[in-house]
């Protein structure tokens, strides 16, 4: 147990520091997926059982999956307005 | 606002805030201390005084349900923002049938994909109801499994196509699902008050110790909380689907940059 935990910490924080640093929206969803599952393990490690199921359910599943779609979305919408779209820094 | 001033606001503010916070950090437990006194009495209350395993839950529905009340409202009034939102022009319109934006590509599934779904489907869907029904017994319940149960629809849309999902998931249902379990969730706390007892006070016989009918009401609410948030997530990632698919999109250009 005393390796697992900071182990975990590690991955957490490697997979949390992933989520800000990936760039393209795409990819960045399911490194939002990823961070929930490390999450979820460490939850789990440090026995807590119901708020590794919450996290399982809405921050590796329910909340990528939305993400996804609106991006979908997104994407469906911008083949018409490609062009008149202005980048604002 | 200046990037000058916003550093200077930030400073302020960290200045104020930094000793207090840093105060707080010093005096909190250790990491691995042993549990804490409230923790303690739960764990010494709840399985003698309402046959509960599952002390997340007792707290849940039982200890603090009116707590649990405000957030299945919380959840409902999130819902429908997001859903008239969502919904924007198209209003009341629904259509039990699949739409497409025309021009939107249907891209081909491979063979491996709806079989992982048909076979995975199902299954988790199962492991939905378990945790469900399971609340007071083991880790999980009505949020958690209603979640789950929301997801192995999911996985028909992943498996089937858009058409295929919404052969099966119905918007009508939803809203009876959602608008049902907060409904049934607030009359569990109504109902025991017409037998004279306080608001949400359980008034149910409590059942045996680890046998899956234990807690009495908490079993309703559990229910209503499951209800609702299975109808609310899957009526939220069909309102989300749905608006790729708006019907009359390109009719009229520029409505849609918005």
């Known amino acids: 147990m005393s390796v697992i935990l900071p182990l975990l910490f590690l991955l957490t924080a490697a997979s949390g520091t992933a989520v800000v640093l990936i760039r393209d929206p795409a990819r960045q969803i399911f490194a939002i997926a990823g961070n929930g599952i490390v999450l ?14 919450s996290e399982i359910a809405v921050g590796a599943a329910a909340v990528p999956l939305l993400f996804l779609v609106a991006l979908m979305a997104v994407r469906a919408g911008k083949v018409e307005q490609a062009s008149d779209e202005g980048r604002e820094p | 606002m200046t990037p000058r001033l916003r550093l200077t606001l930030l400073g302020a503010a960290l200045a104020a805030l930094l000793p207090g916070t840093a105060a707080v950090i010093g005096r909190l437990p250790e990491f691995g201390a042993t549990i804490a006194t409230y923790g303690e009495r739960i764990n010494a209350i709840v399985p003698k005084e309402r046959h509960v395993a599952n002390m997340v839950s007792a707290i849940n529905f039982d200890l603090r349900g009116l ?5 299945e409202f919380m959840l409902l009034a999130a819902i429908t923002g997001t859903v008239v939102l969502l919904r924007g022009r198209r209003g009341e319109d629904m259509t039990d049938r699949a739409m497409r934006l025309p021009g939107r590509a249907i ?15 199902p299954l988790l869907m199962l ?15 009505g949020f958690q499994g209603g979640v789950i149960l929301a997801s192995g629809t999911l996985l028909a849309y992943l498996g089937e196509g858009y058409s295929g999902w919404r052969d099966v998931v119905r918007s009508h249902w939803l809203d009876a699902m959602e608008g049902g379990g907060a409904l049934l969730f607030a009359l569990c706390g109504l109902a025991p008050m017409l037998v004279g007892a306080a608001f ?10 680890r046998d899956l009918y234990s807690g009495g009401l908490m079993l309703i609410e559990n229910l209503g909380v499951a209800l609702a ?10 309102e989300f689907l749905e608006e790729t698919r708006e019907a009359d999109g390109p009719d009229e250009p520029g409505e849609d940059t918005a």
């Open chain 2, 127 to 141: 492991f939905g109801l378990y945790i469900v029904v399971h609340a007071t017994v083991t880790p999980g319940g």
């Open chain 2, 200 to 209: 949400m006070q359980n008034v149910l016989p409590f059942g045996t110790f």
């Open chain 1, 40 to 53: 979820a393990i460490l939850f789990t490690a440090l026995q807590a059982p119901d708020v590794a199921l």
């Open chain 2, 67 to 71: 707590d649990t009340l405000g957030e």
């Open chain 2, 229 to 238: 948030v299975c109808g609310g997530f899957t009526q939220l990632f069909l």
């Open chain 2, 107 to 121: 891209l081909p599934r491979s063979e491996a994909v709806v079989l992982t779904c048909r076979l995975a489907g």
